[in-house]
């Protein structure tokens, strides 16, 4: 099982209203499949040009080492050659820190993950986690 | 000016809503702004993995040089060593066939670009015409 | 859905097996998932250390296009620079000949891609399809 | 003398039962041959997409430098700058931690290296080191 469009919409859209409540700074959003793809993305207007990079930094990290952005981070703080050395491995396409969200079904397998960019770490994660509540799945922060 | 987030989801769906009228098989769409960047995308149920890579390539190619698809697509044919040689330059990010459109403002600047795959060349091009237009954009094939 | 590791197993067991029975030179295979993930691997004792490579290149397009060897071979035959430009969008990482066979469930939704490399590019195909069917697989060659 | 597939089947095997007898996390089993080239790769189900990359720069930096994973370990937390650029001149492929495992023959020839990942590392190097020994072989972790 994977993301579909229409779920992946439904997080975003939710994650950005969530932001605009909270009145966080622009964001940006993207949802990725189990395999670590781009299933769809948006950019707040206001939002700085190198956004999606980040976003998907954070979410396709979550998926290719089934570990969300805090976990990440934990072991970076401790382990920093190793994650260096991972981020090396696929392409330094990954950022260890909150706000990449594993999207998990209701068995606990990975389906997907979101990856939230623009304001504090911990605020993009807690608007990620809106988005996919608001989808009627489980995040993993 | 650049494009913004509300322009380019329509973009997106009025595409999208082309390609389900003509039967094309699942389409991926990206809008680029002015700088080339990723305002938004969204890859239809069944398409492939690797689709953002294409939809992007397309759009980038065209906002990086000005020159829509079809045009890359005619210096392609004509004097490939060139389109590759470019491409080197930009990382390898370009893909020069039609389905990479232009977005014009009414003075004829550039605003950014839409890049869709997933059927025939032309007919992703014929789509994301249609997708543009919806949104009160000219498009440059 | 995605290839499971046993399943994985069938096919390269049976793959080699065919080749075996076809006298081919020594084969590697690669099964991997929906994803374009490496699910398993072997490569037989005689074959030439790059073969990894080569077998993931063939595999890895099919599922990254959802196009098979055969197909990405017409493309690449008939628009040289297109497949061209793709490879270099997925880090030169694609093989676009005969031995990349898709694989498809009951519904046609690509679960996966197998990569034969070691003798001509149509055996590859012939000793892929052979393991692929023994696994109760669909494969498209 | 390198290893056969044959042997590397074992190892893999038997690596991957003593994670179930162990009760690890979904586990990875890559291994290489004396060149650093891979001869056969597992993945468990439920184990993430990125695992083979990893499972592969724990065993390729073994290789390459004749180094097992916890003598790489050591030299990063010691002299990490030193084995960030040795990372560099191999592409960014290793993964220096345990799990990373020297296969020798019996006058200590290194004849391959088996790479483990899914688990904390030093789980990840026994239950290397239970595969190898099964195989007759002997591990330097």
Chains 1, 2, 3, 4 share one sequence.
């Not at 956004?51 to 998907?56: S, V």
């Amino acid at each position: 099982m994977t993301i579909s469009l229409r779920k992946a919409r439904t997080i975003i859209r939710k994650t950005l209203e969530k932001g605009r409540e909270l009145e966080l700074k622009p964001l940006s959003v993207v949802v990725l499949d189990a395999g670590g793809h781009v299933q769809a993305f948006e950019r707040e207007d206001g939002a700085s040009p190198g956004r999606f990079a980040i976003a998907h930094g954070k979410a396709y990290g979550a998926v290719m080492l089934g570990m969300a952005g805090t976990a990440q981070m934990a072991r970076a703080e401790q382990q920093a050659y190793f994650m260096g050395a991972v981020n090396g491995l696929f392409g330094g396409q990954m950022v260890p820190v909150p706000g990449g969200v594993l999207l998990r079904d209701k068995k606990g397998a990975v389906i997907g993950a979101v990856g939230v960019t623009g304001d504090t770490s911990d605020n993009d994660a807690t608007a990620a986690l809106a988005g996919i509540e608001a989808a009627g799945l489980t995040g993993e922060i």
